[in-house]
């Protein structure tokens, strides 16, 4: 598929704030929390990152934005804050160019990888990424639970079995 990766600016706000929110409302499902995209709230997210200096790029497909990546940059290190593409353009390439633009970035820094943090429901990216060889770097987040959560799984990292 022929996409176009461009560096975002603030002029491209408006048209990639409809994809954060859609990215927001999938982050939220991993949890089992069901929720609506709230645009606003994207469009204030993606100033955010632009107004603290971080690069954005975003795929488009005949004038559409179709996906985006934010990169953190603490040099010479390169965080992917997130990655996201629309549903109908998943499995067509679009992930692998925005990957490879953020890799370029990384490679500017002369670092030869990227990290990530996933959510570990999140088996699609996980996969996704493993494909791209990516594996788990040495991060896990552990914190109490909040009153009157009930946690429903149990996930094994190691030798230990943590209630998720």
């Not at 429901?121 to 788990?136: E, P, T």
């Not at 009153?147 to 030798?159: A, F, K, P």
Request: contains cysteine; charged residues 25%; hydrophobic residues 40%.
């Amino acid at each position: 598929m022929n996409t176009k990766i461009i560096k975002v600016k603030r002029e491209n706000v408006i048209d990639l704030a409809p994809l954060v929110a859609d990215f927001r409302v999938a982050l939220k499902s991993y949890k089992g929390i069901s929720s609506i995209p709230d645009i606003e709230n994207g469009k204030d997210e993606i100033l955010e990152y632009l107004d603290a200096d971080f690069p954005v790029y975003a795929a488009i497909h005949q004038e559409q934005f179709v996906g985006y990546i934010v990169c953190k940059v603490e040099a010479p290190c390169v965080w992917v804050e997130s990655l996201f593409v629309a549903n109908s353009f998943r499995g067509l390439g679009v992930a692998d160019n925005l990957i490879k633009r953020a890799e370029e970035l990384a490679l500017s820094y002369g670092e030869e990888t990227l990290y990530f943090n996933v959510h570990p429901n999140n088996h699609r990216m996980i996969s996704f990424l493993r494909r791209h060889g990516y594996s788990v770097l040495n991060l896990v987040e552990i914190r109490k639970m909040y009153h009157g959560e009930t946690l429903t799984q149990e996930i094994q990292v190691g030798e230990h079995l943590f209630d998720y």
